[in-house]
C-alpha cells in the first residue's frame, strides 16, 4: 500500500512540475531559437570581441575575447522577447561554462535603461543553474540602483555578460532555458 502511495505522490508532482514548466530558449528546437545580438565594449572605445553560433547538436554558444584595453572589458549577447513570467517564479539555465563568471539579465522593456542581474559562476561542465527571480539586482552600468525588485509580469529581453575586470577568452554553451 505505501509503496502505491509513493509512486501515486511522484507522479503527482512530476505531472505539476512539468505543468508548470516552460521552455523559453530551446536550440534544438527552431520555433524556440530566436535571434541573438552580440556587443561589446567597442560602444565605448573597447576592442572586446565575441561571437554567437548554433551548433547542430543544439546547442547556443557565445564566445570570444575580453581586453580591458582602451578602458573595455565587457562582451554580451541579448535575445529580444516577449515572456509572460505570471505565477513563474524562477529561471533554469541548461548551460556548460568554462569556470569563468557571468551574468544572466533581464529587462522588463528593451528600452528600459538598466537591467536586473544576476551573476554566477560557471564549473566548467554541463549544469543546471537555478535563479529565482526575487535574487535578480537592478543595475546599471555596472552600478547597483536603489529600485525595487523585480515585480513585473514579463520581460522583453534576456542577456549573457561576461565583464570580468581581466583580459579572458571565454565559452558559454546555453543549451536550454525554462521557466517555472
Known amino acids: 500500500m505505501l509503496n502505491y502511495l509513493s509512486i501515486f505522490l511522484l507522479m503527482a508532482y512530476t505531472s505539476t512540475n512539468a505543468q508548470n514548466t516552460q521552455v523559453i530558449i530551446d536550440f534544438t528546437d527552431p520555433n524556440k531559437t530566436p ?44 535575445c529580444p522577447m516577449k515572456v509572460n ?6 529561471f533554469i539555465l541548461h548551460l556548460t561554462g568554462d569556470k569563468k563568471s557571468y551574468q544572466f539579465r533581464i529587462k522588463h522593456k528593451s528600452s528600459d ?24 539586482i537592478p543595475r546599471y552600468r555596472g552600478r547597483d540602483l536603489d529600485l525595487p525588485a523585480f515585480s513585473h509580469s514579463f520581460i522583453e529581453e534576456i542577456c549573457f555578460l561576461i565583464g570580468n575586470k581581466v583580459d579572458e577568452d571565454y565559452k558559454l554553451q546555453i543549451h536550454k532555458i525554462n521557466i517555472e
Open 35 to 78: 535571434s541573438w545580438e552580440v556587443f561589446s565594449d567597442g560602444v565605448m572605445g573597447g576592442v572586446s570581441e565575441s561571437v554567437f553560433t548554433t551548433e547542430p547538436e543544439g546547442v547556443g554558444v557565445f564566445s570570444g575575447h575580453v581586453s580591458t584595453d582602451n578602458n573595455g572589458g565587457f562582451a554580451g549577447v541579448r
Open 85 to 90: 513570467l505570471s505565477a513563474k517564479k524562477k
Open 113 to 136: 535603461p538598466h537591467a536586473f542581474v544576476y551573476a554566477f559562476e560557471t564549473k566548467g561542465y554541463a549544469e543546471k543553474i537555478v535563479v529565482d527571480i526575487d535574487k535578480f
